[in-house]
Nanobody
Framework: EVQLVESGGGLVQTGGSLRLSCAAS????????IAWFRQAPGKEREGISC????????NYADSVKGRFTISRDNAKNTVYLQMNSLKPEDTAVYYC??????????????????WGQGTQVTVSS
């Protein structure tokens, strides 16, 4: 069974830091990129960062670039999101996502999205 479990959220003051973790199980972790998303109240879920497999290429949304750092430890099946210089607008529930291959056809690779349960980050002003 594919599982993603986020942890590390909490309440922090503006300018503070948090490190989120996404612990994965039930699939070959080394073979998959992992992404972090967040959803603030009343807003759509937005992608903020992703990390590739073994070469660990990373991407960031403009809103977090320079403040957040994504990393992975394949030995621990875990992806991290180090969040520095936090702002009130970073307040949201943070989720990790893995798109797991379910099959191949002439149309390409079929996948299913697996999300964790989310972890709340609240930044006070």
């Amino acid at each position: 069974e594919v599982q993603l479990v986020e942890s590390g959220g909490g309440l922090v003051q503006t300018g503070g830091s948090l490190r989120l973790s996404c612990a994965a199980s039930g699939f070959p972790f080394d073979d998959y990129a992992i992404a972090w998303f967040r959803q603030a109240p009343g807003k759509e879920r937005e992608g903020i960062s992703c990390i590739s497999t073994t070469d660990s290429s990373t991407n960031y949304a403009d809103s977090v670039k320079g403040r957040f750092t994504i990393s992975r430890d394949n030995a621990k099946n875990t992806v991290y999101l180090q969040m520095n210089s936090l702002k009130p607008e970073d307040t949201a529930v943070y989720y990790c996502l893995a798109q797991i291959t379910t099959g191949y056809s002439s149309y390409g690779r079929a996948t299913s999205d697996y999300w964790g349960q989310g972890t709340q980050v609240t930044v006070s002003s």
